[in-house]
């Protein structure tokens, strides 16, 4: 099957593999404390002979496995965002190291953006939240291959990463963009019909919107598949998860917004689906690792051998799929909104959502006024002027309005609530 060259201006295409060298590859791990980036060292120990990690970046707040990583992988740059978190981390490494030389060490809140420019073959971008947009800006201007494993930098600034990504430069690691990712490698855009994402449903499936007015932090937290860090889990029980990926599915593979679906697959097993105009649907499946498309981000177009484990087919299993339930759970709508308006909106959508997930996870805000605060910041943010000439100050300043914003609207719906 020949290239996609009917598509416009592919970012994540199977048929180009961006930059390929020979030999082992050198990675740089954004996030590495992360459940992304943690999985991805198991599977770079695993596989010495295909990859080696040259340097890590991680938050600060797991200073003692951050230490651990490095020195395991020998690496030769460590950075951490937090500046107070370098006195401990360089004393966690004097520990390790003894007399031996430490890694260089560098913290700040643009640390992990220069290490995304340093010498590579990949750039892993482990982070999560829009914090991770500089580095992957700083990746792609760089020229490294971009396993993309934070899709809120491609949704806030999808004109500028849009901009600078070369064909085949950026390959997702989100299991749903991986399975795309997969699956279209069986045709051209011109073949496509519909791109079908699955989600699980998360911990609330089958909940009506009344229903879920007094969960929990802890039932939130209580994903039936996946482990993940708490802010992608509750985003994963609101959907807002959901109808991020349906943003940055419009944004990899310039397919239109009416032609992907969601659709809920509670088992997990089915990543996401292609349907092509033949009437064929293609789908991606693997039991529920995130190995998986880790591999594929970082070994691609190569395969890596046992990277995640496969289903025992000699054992029944079920496999089912649901409508999705717009009324109890409006965020996919709501971003599909957001996308199609296009400039700023979708950084004020991931802006507003960041800072009420926040406030729910600290008992400021109650489970359905997540979505219900970010309607009202969005709704009063209206239609950008700019469209998609954007600028990363741009970004920046809608984000710093849209964060104050719910602050502030989420302070007052707690005060309505305890009047």
């Known amino acids: 099957m020949g290239g996609m060259s009917d ?16 030999g082992r590859r050198d990675i740089v791990v954004l996030g590495s404390t992360g459940s992304i980036g943690t999985q991805a060292i198991d599977l770079v120990l695993r596989n010495p002979d295909r990859f080696r990690v040259t340097a890590l970046a991680a938050s600060g707040g797991r200073i003692g496995l951050l230490a651990e990583q490095a020195h395991r992988l020998r690496v030769a740059a460590v950075a951490v965002a937090r500046e107070e978190a370098l006195p401990e981390l360089r004393e966690a490494l004097k520990a390790l190291y003894g007399s031996e ?38 990746a792609l201007e760089a020229g490294r291959t971009l396993a993309l494993a934070n899709k809120e930098s491609l949704i806030v600034g999808g004109p500028l990463v849009k901009e600078l990504a070369k064909p085949g430069q950026i390959i997702p690691v989100d299991s749903e963009h991986a399975a795309l990712f997969q699956a279209l490698a069986a045709g051209t855009r011109a073949d496509v019909r519909k791109l079908v994402v699955t989600a699980s449903g998360g911990p609330f499936r089958g909940r009506t919107r009344e229903e879920l007015a007094h969960v929990t932090r802890e039932d939130a937290l209580a994903h039936p598949t996946w482990a993940m860090g708490p802010v992608i889990t509750v985003n994963s029980a609101t959907l807002v998860n959901k109808g991020l990926e349906v943003i940055e599915a419009h944004l990899l593979y310039d397919i239109p917004f009416d032609r992907i679906e969601v659709v809920v ?11 092509f105009t033949d009437g064929s649907t293609l789908a991606q499946a693997t039991p529920p690792d995130m190995r998986g ?16 484990p496969a289903f025992d087919w000699t054992k ?14 409006p965020s996919v709508g709501l971003a599909r909104h957001v996308g199609e308006l296009g400039g700023t909106a979708p950084a004020v959508f991931n802006a507003a959502n960041e800072e009420c997930v ?18 009202a910041v969005v709704t009063e943010h209206g239609t950008p002027a700019r469209g998609t000439s954007l600028t990363v100050s741009d970004v920046l300043e809608a984000e710093t309005w849209a964060r104050a914003r719910a602050r502030e609207l989420a302070a007052k719906a707690t005060a309505e609530a305890r009047a």
């Open 101 to 138: 030389p430490l890694p260089e060490l560098l913290a700040g809140p643009d640390a992990a953006t220069r290490l995304a420019a340093s010498p590579c073959h990949t750039v892993l971008n482990g982070i999560t939240g829009s914090i991770g947009l500089a580095p992957t800006l700083a």
């Open 7 to 22: 598509r416009p201006s592919p970012l994540a295409d199977p048929h180009i593999a961006f930059d390929v060298s020979e």
């Open 293 to 308: 498309p880790i591999a594929i981000g970082i070994g691609w177009p190569e395969r890596v051998p046992d990277a995640a």
């Open 358 to 375: 926040e406030a729910f996870l600290a008992g400021r805000l109650p489970f359905n006024g997540i979505m219900d605060t970010v309607t």
């Open 316 to 329: 029944a299993s079920t496999w089912e799929f649901f409508p999705l339930d717009t009324e109890a759970f």
């Open 265 to 275: 697959h509670p088992q997990s097993y089915v990543h996401s689906m292609v349907e």
